[in-house]
Nanobody, 123 residues
Framework: VQLQASGGGLVQAGGSLKLSCAAS????????MGWFRQAQGKEREFVAA????????YYADSVKGRFAISRDDAKSTVYLQMNTLKPEDTAVYFC?????????????????WGQGTQVTVSS
C-alpha cells in the first residue's frame, strides 16, 4: 500500500487547511485510516482516525471540535479538514493505514505510512 499525503502549507492562525491522503490500494475500504503529526524535536502524536465500514471517528483532545477526518472509499482517499488552526498545530502530518480496530491512537499499530506533508501555522 502506498500513501500520498498532500495539502499542507503555510497559514495564519485561525485559518484552515484540508489535507488529503490518496492510497494505491484496491482494499482501501478495509483499512482503518489515521492522521498523526510530528513537530520538530517531538515524537509522532495521534491526531485522528476513522474506521472502515461504520466510519467511526476518533480525535485527540487537542483537535476535537477543530479538525474533522473523513474518507471517500470510491477514491481511496482520506481527508483531514483543519479549522481554527493554532501555531501549536505546526508539524509534519502523516497519514497511516492499518488493519484491526483497537489502539487506534498508537502509531506502532499502523502498517503503512505516507511521506508526510508540512503544516505551518504563523501567529
Amino acid at each position: 500500500v502506498q500513501l500520498q499525503a498532500s495539502g499542507g502549507g503555510l497559514v495564519q492562525a485561525g485559518g484552515s487547511l484540508k489535507l488529503s491522503c490518496a492510497a494505491s490500494d484496491r482494499n482501501f475500504g478495509t483499512h482503518v485510516m489515521g492522521w498523526f503529526r510530528q513537530a520538530q524535536g517531538k515524537e509522532r502524536e495521534f491526531v485522528a482516525a476513522i474506521s472502515h465500514s461504520r466510519y467511526t471517528t476518533y480525535y485527540a483532545d487537542s483537535v476535537k471540535g477543530r479538525f474533522a477526518i473523513s474518507r471517500d472509499d470510491a477514491k481511496s482517499t482520506v481527508y483531514l479538514q483543519m479549522n481554527t488552526l493554532k501555531p501549536e498545530d505546526t508539524a509534519v502530518y502523516f497519514c497511516g493505514a492499518r488493519s484491526g480496530n483497537s489502539n487506534l491512537q498508537y502509531s506502532r499499530y499502523y502498517q503503512y505510512w505516507g511521506q508526510g506533508t508540512q503544516v505551518t501555522v504563523s501567529s
